[in-house]
């Protein structure tokens, strides 16, 4: 089996809560991890046992006893929010890794429920503890990790794009200051602004040229 197929079956028997209590930044790297050797096949509190004996099968291992010390497996619950307590930041939609939180700032946030995957990360985010997590009155199943992963991924991708064009308009602003500077006595402090600014561009430059992450 080809690494990149190994990962994406790994990646599938995961639950796609993207919790992070595995100790990565989502499934997707946890199963990388995995394939690696980098990471034992426990540490998904969301899978649960069951995750674990899936996983083993899968890669023809062992199979080890999850790991509680990183949580413990639970139904699937789902974040509300307290409208009264609500003071709009945003934190809250910033954590959320699959955008199932609405809102605008200074304005109540709104989770929708279906989309909640549960991963408990916009509760040490929320500056004021207006977040609970209610039980749901069905188990995550297989088509709700499908849509988290994709939900997962597009956020990925939205974020990388949004930091692309960060960077590309502080380079145009980097490269209007340089022309500026042209104008200026050509002292030693210009000469220190210029030297600065160009190598502030070419690291810019350098960071643009890097592939784009998944």
Known sequence: MAPADRV???????????CTKCG??????????????????????????????????LLQRPEPPLD???????????????????????????ACPVDAIIGAPRRMHTVIAPLCSGCDLCLPACPVDCITMHPQSRDWQADDAVQARERHQARAERRERHAH???????????????????EPADAGTE?????IE?????????????TAR
């Not at 994406?8 to 993207?18: F, G, M, N, S």
């Not at 509680?68 to 910033?94: K, N």
């Not at 502030?200 to 592939?211: D, E, F, H, S």
């Open 8 to 18: 994406t079956r790994i990646d599938a028997l995961l639950p796609q809560t993207q």
């Open 24 to 57: 990565f930044e989502g499934c997707r790297p946890y199963a990388e991890a995995i394939d690696r050797g980098e990471a034992d096949i426990d540490r998904c509190p969301p899978g649960g046992q069951q995750g674990v004996a899936a996983l083993a099968a």
């Open 68 to 94: 509680r010390s990183r949580g413990a497996t639970r139904p699937w619950h789902a974040a509300h929010i307290d409208p009264a307590l609500c003071i709009g930041c945003t934190l809250c939609i910033s």
């Open 165 to 183: 064009e960060d960077r590309v308009r502080l380079l145009g602003k980097a490269g209007a200051k340089l022309e500026a500077l042209a104008a």
């Open 192 to 196: 220190r602004k210029r030297a600065l």
């Open 199 to 211: 190598a502030a561009i070419q690291r810019a430059r350098k960071r643009l040229a890097q592939p």
